[in-house]
């Protein structure tokens, strides 16, 4: 019996961290991301929003 409320824990844990990885940051504008990520931030980043990256380069609010 131990072993499915050990195991129900560990699925737990599982979804708490996995969660907490997948937390994406939402910016009104590159003004705002810059206060943060002052260079701008590339896709894949939890900061990066398709609507921020105008130029369609996969990086959103950079700097020219």
């Not at 560990?10 to 994406?24: A, E, I, L, Y």
Request: proline share 3%; aromatic share 10%; charged share 25%.
């Amino acid at each position: 019996m131990g072993v499915g409320l050990w195991s129900k824990n560990k699925t737990n844990q599982t979804k708490t961290n996995n969660s907490s990885k997948n937390n994406k940051q939402y910016f009104k504008n590159c003004t705002d991301l810059r206060k943060i990520y002052p260079n701008g931030v590339p896709k894949g980043n939890k900061a990066y929003q398709a609507q921020l990256d105008r130029d369609h380069d996969n990086y959103a609010c950079e700097t020219e």
